[in-house]
């Protein structure tokens, strides 16, 4: 079964989302605008523009997580070198 609803799903939680969540909530959202522009038909313009809007937010939330991640990431990666560093030289 496929999984749907991510930001639903990630709401009730207090942890902050892994790389694969956000992810996963990106390939929703793309999924979602491709099915609409393929098959969608838009009966309401203003609807449709308020929810093209809310996923250009959900992206960029997104693109602005993963980059926190990443530097993240890059920091634990310079602190665990650093320690390894240390601990040779010893």
Do not use: Y
Not at 27 to 39: S, V
């Amino acid at each position: 079964m496929e999984k749907t609803a991510i930001i639903l799903q990630n709401e009730e939680e207090k942890t902050l989302p892994s790389r694969e969540s956000v992810l996963l909530c990106l390939e929703e959202c793309r999924r979602d605008l491709k099915n609409k522009l393929d098959h969608g038909r838009f009966k309401s313009p203003a609807l449709e523009r308020e929810r093209n809007a809310k996923a250009k937010i959900l992206i960029s939330c997104c693109q602005v997580m993963a980059a926190i991640m990443k530097d993240a990431d890059l920091d634990d990666l310079k602190r665990r070198l650093d320690d390894l560093e240390r601990s040779g030289s010893r």
